[in-house]
């Protein structure tokens, strides 16, 4: 799934960005920048708050941090990050997010030149609108989330309006396609329940993709390494180990996976 040029260089390899955090949630971006850094991608972009540059960088000595200021983006802080996504393979978008204006992240959304995974914060109706964008998008809700964006919550026919793919989050993971293909993982337990879990596959969803795996099956592998992560975790210490653990585990999964 994942191969390499040799001969490759510095950047050839995925570069993600992490649009998200908020005063409350200075963790959550640092989780899907760490998640996406786990994938194996070679340069990780968080775009954080100015309050949690520090805790950020010293999240990993990788990270090539980001910032803006308040508490959310303005629209002349989109218009910059829309310029500096020219050179980014894929951006994840609302983790840790608290907009109470939402028209920078639609300009950003809307503008943005890369594939999108929007997470959280950001998958609002009043947010997301009539979705168009050039380059691949991801959605992944969770029930209340799906809820939230439609009267009648249905993936495959949030797929199948947005044109995006659709990681619908739960006990089973379903990834729905925009032409109806759809796929379910089973496995994980209930310690996958706890905060962070979300960042951490949308993180790393992102970093496949920018590795030139396919949207769906990026959605699919994700899931799948998640919850065996939870799997092996629980046997070791039940239901006790942090969605940094996780993390932690990723790249020894993935590695299996791709023999």
Do not use: W
């Not at 950001?122 to 168009?132: E, H, K, M, R, T």
């Amino acid at each position: 799934m994942l191969q390499r040029d040799p001969r490759s260089h510095k950047g050839d390899n995925g570069r993600v960005a992490i649009l998200g955090g908020s005063r409350r949630f200075h963790g959550a971006p640092i989780l899907a920048a760490l998640s996406a850094e786990a994938s194996g991608v070679d340069l990780v972009y968080p775009i954080v708050p100015t309050c949690h540059e520090d805790v950020t960088k010293s999240a990993s000595y990788g990270f090539i941090v980001q910032t803006f200021d308040g508490k959310y983006p303005t629209i002349d802080d989109a218009k910059r990050m829309v310029s500096f996504l020219e050179n980014i393979d894929v951006c994840v978008i609302g983790p840790g997010l608290e907009p109470e204006d939402g028209m920078g992240l639609q300009h950003i959304i809307h503008s943005a030149p890369c594939a999108l995974v929007l997470d959280a914060g950001v998958l609002q109706q009043d947010i997301l609108g009539n979705l168009s964008h050039d380059y691949p998008v991801i959605l992944t809700p969770h029930r209340g989330e799906l809820e939230r964006l439609m009267d009648t919550p249905d993936a495959e026919l949030l797929a199948k309006e947005t044109g995006a793919f659709v990681l619908l989050k739960g006990p089973e993971d379903v990834t729905v396609a925009p032409d109806g293909k759809t796929e379910t993982v089973k496995g994980g337990n209930a310690g996958l329940t706890k905060g962070g879990t979300g960042d951490a596959l949308a993180g790393l969803i992102g970093g496949l993709i920018a590795q030139k795996v396919d949207p769906f099956s990026a959605c699919v592998t994700a899931a799948k390494v998640i919850k065996t992560c939870g799997e092996k975790l629980q046997k070791d210490k039940g239901f006790a180990y942090k969605t940094v653990e996780i993390i932690e585990m990723i790249p020894k999964i993935l590695h299996c996976l791709n023999r």
